[in-house]
């Protein structure tokens, strides 16, 4: 099913399209209009989900164990440390 719309473009955005329709990558103005509708729905929705994951990133770290900055620290400083011994470097 299709809809008929009526927009408006700005110049640039006019110039642009009738150029990708006259080099022949698109075959009309419609069809130009429609891939920019489908890239931005699939940037939307690619949005939304990284938006979700970020959400649940945050509320398990919010539930999660509290290292203090000290312990962070602490705990970086034995890692490096015991990496450098895994690689044979000194300090």
Do not use: I, W
């Amino acid at each position: 099913m299709t809809a008929k719309s009526s927009f408006s473009l700005t110049d640039q955005q006019s110039a642009f399209a009738r150029a990708l329709v006259n080099s022949g990558r698109y075959p009309s103005m419609s069809a130009v209009v429609q891939q920019g509708l489908e890239l931005l729905r699939q940037r939307t929705e690619a949005e939304e989900v990284d938006l979700l994951a970020l959400r649940d990133l945050v509320e398990r770290r919010r539930n999660g164990r509290f290292v203090s900055a000290d312990d962070m620290k602490d705990r970086v400083a034995n890692m490096l440390e015991r990496k450098r011994e895994e690689h044979g470097l000194g300090r």
